[in-house]
Each structure stands twice: as structure tokens, then as C-alpha cells.
């Protein structure tokens, strides 16, 4: 079975800063892998996904995550921080014909 | 158009009632799902309807729980004498594809059930 480990259930940053959340899957075949937000009291939204194209995906918001088969890992970026980027982000994993599995989530705080 | 609607968005019950939850899908969609997010932890799977094939009912986490789609659009999810552990966010979401592959869901905002 496949599972998404997010390193970090909290994360801060300062406005202005790098944002990195982690991602990591285990899977014996590369599956497809996404990035989700949820802000308060909201429904996820998708920020970006890999499938099997490019290996560096940019997304909304100017999120951005890269595909690293080798370490079988989907990072998420943003080179600067805003304090809206406050949220939580989700990793989630799926392989074709089977469903998705969503990693525990990362709170994205962003100081002032 | 309009995204995944969810009804009620918030539910208060008693211990040992019936209660019943509704998602309106994005028109069109074909595949739908449905996702319990606990304090604290991410999405468990529970359920996924894709077109007129049977659901995949594997994320149930027991027989209390039930869902059903009715003419390939609205679905209700169904939990039968509520245990305080079923307090949670229940969210569904929708896709355009039949298949989970690659294609995008399109979340709802939640209902936040909190059993008494």
C-alpha cells in the first residue's frame, strides 16, 4: 500500500521568507502526486500536480513542487512568503484505477 | 459554474441518532467522493462513486456508515446511531474523469458534524 508522510505538522516562516514543505511517498511504481490548501474553514483547492511531465510543476500562488524520483519525494516551494500563504497544505498520492491518499497535512504560519 | 455544494455545513446530534449528509457535485462530473477529516489529521477515504459502477465502499470504517448517488449527481451520506468518534469534517469532492488518475477533484466546503 502507498502512504505520504509530510514532514512538519507546523511550519513557520517569516513574510517575505523561502516556504519548503516536505513530501514523501512510498510507492514501487511513480504514481501521480498533488498538492492541495485548505484555508480556514474552506474546502481543499488544488495548488498543483505531477503527472508524469515536466518534473518541476508550478502551481497557483506561485507555488511551485519538484519530482524527485531518486529520493521519491514532491516538495512544495514558494521562493517568498505571504502572509495569505497561512494555511494548510496537503500532499496527497494516487496510482491509476486506485484511489487517493492524503498525507496528514503541514499549518503553514507566516510571521510578520 | 457553480463548485461541489455540501449540506448542512454544520450538524450538532446526539449520541445514538441517525443523521444524513448531502453533496451536490460540479454538473457533469462523473466521479464523486467522499472524505472524513479529523481534528488534527489529514483526509481518510471513505467512498467513491464513479458513474453507474458500484462504488468503491473499501474507506467505510464500519456498517453505521452508508452512501448513496442518486441519478449520477446528489449523493447522502448516511450515519446510522452517531458515536462521539464520528465527529469530524466530512468533505466531498467531485471529478470530470471516471478514472482517479490524474484528474483534478474539486473539493466542497465541509460539513463540521459534532456528535453530543
Known amino acids: 500500500a502507498q502512504s505520504v508522510t509530510q514532514l512538519g505538522s507546523h511550519v513557520s516562516v517569516s513574510e517575505g521568507a523561502l516556504v519548503l514543505l516536505r513530501c514523501n511517498y512510498s510507492s514501487s511504481v511513480p504514481p501521480y502526486l498533488f498538492w492541495y490548501v485548505q484555508y480556514p474553514n474552506q474546502g481543499l483547492q488544488l495548488l498543483l500536480k505531477?503527472?508524469?511531465?515536466?518534473?518541476l510543476v508550478k502551481g497557483i500562488n506561485g507555488f511551485e513542487a519538484e519530482f524527485k524520483k531518486s529520493e521519491t519525494s514532491f516538495h512544495l516551494t514558494k521562493p517568498s512568503a505571504h502572509m495569505s500563504d497561512a494555511a494548510e497544505y496537503f500532499c496527497?498520492?494516487?496510482?491509476?484505477?486506485?484511489?487517493?491518499?492524503f498525507g496528514p497535512g503541514t499549518r503553514l504560519s507566516v510571521l510578520p | 459554474g457553480a463548485g461541489v455544494s455540501q449540506s448542512p455545513s454544520n450538524k450538532v446530534t446526539e449520541k445514538g441518532k441517525d443523521v444524513e449528509l448531502r453533496c451536490d457535485p460540479i454538473s457533469g462530473h462523473t466521479a464523486l467522493y467522499w472524505y472524513r477529516q479529523s481534528l488534527g489529521q489529514g483526509l481518510e477515504f471513505l467512498i467513491y462513486?464513479?458513474?453507474?459502477?458500484?462504488?468503491?465502499k473499501s474507506g467505510l470504517p464500519s456498517d453505521r456508515f452508508s452512501a448513496e448517488r442518486t441519478g449520477g449527481s446528489v449523493s447522502t451520506l448516511t450515519i446510522q446511531r452517531t458515536q462521539q468518534e464520528d465527529s469530524a469534517v466530512y468533505l466531498c469532492?467531485?471529478?470530470?474523469?471516471?478514472?482517479?488518475?490524474?484528474?483534478?477533484?474539486?473539493f466542497g466546503p465541509g460539513t463540521r458534524l459534532t456528535v453530543l
Open positions: 462513486f464513479q458513474g453507474n459502477s458500484a462504488p468503491d
Open positions: 496527497a498520492v494516487i496510482r491509476y484505477g486506485q484511489n487517493f491518499v
Open positions: 469532492a467531485s471529478s470530470l474523469s471516471p478514472t482517479p488518475s490524474t484528474d483534478t477533484q474539486y
Open positions: 505531477y503527472t508524469s511531465a515536466a518534473t
